[in-house]
């Protein structure tokens, strides 16, 4: 029987790659401390802090497939030595935000990468974790640069906003979408993948992209999807900011909206994920499958990204006098 570890396996990711593992009939074990939730059913928890020393002192004979979800160097460098000489396969899920440039539209996996100064910043952690997995894995490596993952339980709550936004009605903010552009993974699409590029050897670096759509298209089918017939009130950069409206995610933003100099950021080109077996479901139904979860948390929770209905209310305001 094919034996599969995911390093994590209780988050949101690393869940569901998991379950899709156990699903082809794997026998899926999680190495993580348990505390972000439990195992699918059908998987092993083998409960241990990766931080801590002799952390894998229970995982025990060789792998076919080991799956790293993170990027800190501290959990990559160790793991990789602990289990890098007994796994025929390593898939480490990176990011697209791992390269140096965001202004080249339909750019593919040869372009010039972040040089590293940083490690505590994402990019320049997620470059060293891909440095670090090439040296000790080579070619038995998966670099899987995922985009932005979107999809039923998104922690970062920012493609779920506009949706479950335009779900209450009213009157909407919004950037003007014109030169701006949205490109997704739903999770189920990105875990189904990894699994199965997993399993059938795939190497390499990889965009796990999902298509480039504009973001008037987005915006669409989030009116659509949500039956939103209220008015989308759309402002310029220069106003937005001056509202003190902040780019892309946070507190007091309006998420998925990039600077106008990062034309290339959401336009990556997902050939090699396609040519090795990628697939993707159409995006309304992952606004749709967006929208039900929101509406399952609830549509007026606290939100990790977006406006609160007071500052949008009283930006609303401001720009109307």
Same mark, same amino acid.
């Given at each position: 029987?094919?034996?599969?570890?995911?390093?994590?396996?209780?988050?949101?990711?690393?869940?569901?790659?998991?379950?899709?593992?156990?699903?082809?009939?794997?026998?899926?074990?999680c190495?993580?401390?348990?505390?972000?939730?439990?195992?699918?059913?059908?998987?092993?928890?083998?409960?241990?802090d990766?931080?801590?020393?002799?952390?894998?002192?229970?995982?025990?004979?060789?792998?076919?497939?080991?799956?790293?979800?993170?990027?800190?160097?501290?959990?990559?460098?160790?793991?990789?030595k602990?289990l890098?000489?007994?796994?025929?396969?390593?898939?480490?899920?990176?990011?697209?935000?791992?390269?140096?440039?965001?202004?080249?539209?339909?750019?593919?996996?040869?372009?010039?990468?972040?040089?590293?100064?940083?490690?505590?910043?994402?990019?320049?952690?997620?470059?060293?974790?891909e440095?670090a997995?090439?040296?000790?894995?080579?070619?038995r490596?998966?670099?899987?640069?995922?985009?932005?993952?979107?999809? #039923?339980? !998104?922690?970062?709550?920012?493609?779920?906003?506009?949706? =479950?936004?335009?779900?209450?009605? &009213?009157?909407? /903010?919004? @950037?003007?979408?014109?030169?701006?552009y949205?490109?997704?993974?739903?999770?189920?699409?990105?875990a189904?993948?990894?699994?199965?590029?997993?399993?059938q050897?795939?190497?390499?670096?990889?965009?796990?992209?999902?298509?480039?759509?504009?973001?008037?298209e987005y915006?669409?089918?989030?009116r659509?999807?949500?039956?939103?017939?209220?008015e989308?009130?759309?402002?310029?950069?220069d106003?937005?900011?001056?509202?003190?409206?902040q780019?892309w995610?946070?507190?007091?933003?309006?998420?998925?909206?990039? #600077?106008? !100099?990062a034309?290339?950021?959401?336009?990556?080109s997902? =050939?090699?994920?396609?040519?090795? &077996?990628?697939? /993707?479901? @159409?995006?309304?139904?992952?606004?749709?499958?967006?929208?039900?979860?929101e509406?399952?948390?609830?549509?007026?929770?606290?939100?990790?990204?977006?406006?609160?209905?007071?500052?949008?209310a009283?930006?609303?305001?401001?720009?109307?006098?």
């Amino acid at each position: 029987m094919r034996r599969v570890l995911i390093l994590g396996g209780t988050g949101w990711l690393g869940h569901r790659i998991a379950a899709a593992a156990v699903a082809e009939g794997a026998e899926v074990a999680c190495l993580a401390r348990g505390e972000s939730g439990d195992v699918p059913v059908g998987a092993r928890l083998i409960a241990a802090d990766r931080r801590e020393p002799g952390a894998y002192e229970g995982v025990g004979g060789e792998w076919d497939e080991v799956v790293e979800v993170s990027y800190s160097p501290d959990l990559v460098e160790p793991a990789l030595k602990a289990l890098g000489p007994r796994t025929a396969h390593w898939t480490l899920v990176s990011t697209i935000s791992v390269y140096a440039t965001a202004d080249e539209p339909n750019a593919d996996e040869s372009a010039t990468l972040v040089e590293p100064t940083d490690p505590s910043a994402y990019a320049d952690a997620k470059v060293l974790a891909e440095r670090a997995s090439t040296l000790h894995v080579g070619d038995r490596l998966l670099i899987a640069r995922a985009g932005l993952i979107v999809g #039923p339980g !998104d922690p970062s709550d920012r493609f779920g906003y506009w949706p =479950a936004r335009l779900s209450r009605g &009213g009157a909407v /903010l919004a @950037p003007n979408p014109a030169g701006r552009y949205v490109q997704v993974i739903d999770v189920d699409d990105l875990a189904t993948w990894i699994e199965r590029a997993g399993r059938q050897g795939v190497v390499g670096p990889i965009h796990a992209v999902g298509e480039s759509h504009t973001m008037s298209e987005y915006f669409k089918a989030a009116r659509e999807v949500s039956d939103f017939e209220g008015e989308l009130v759309t402002l310029e950069d220069d106003a937005l900011l001056a509202e003190g409206v902040q780019y892309w995610a946070g507190p007091r933003s309006l998420p998925l909206w990039p #600077p106008a !100099d990062a034309t290339g950021f959401a336009q990556r080109s997902n =050939a090699a994920f396609r040519a090795a &077996g990628g697939s /993707l479901r @159409p995006l309304a139904e992952t606004v749709a499958r967006s929208l039900a979860d929101e509406r399952e948390r609830g549509v007026d929770r606290q939100r990790r990204a977006g406006l609160e209905a007071s500052e949008e209310a009283e930006t609303l305001a401001d720009v109307a006098r």
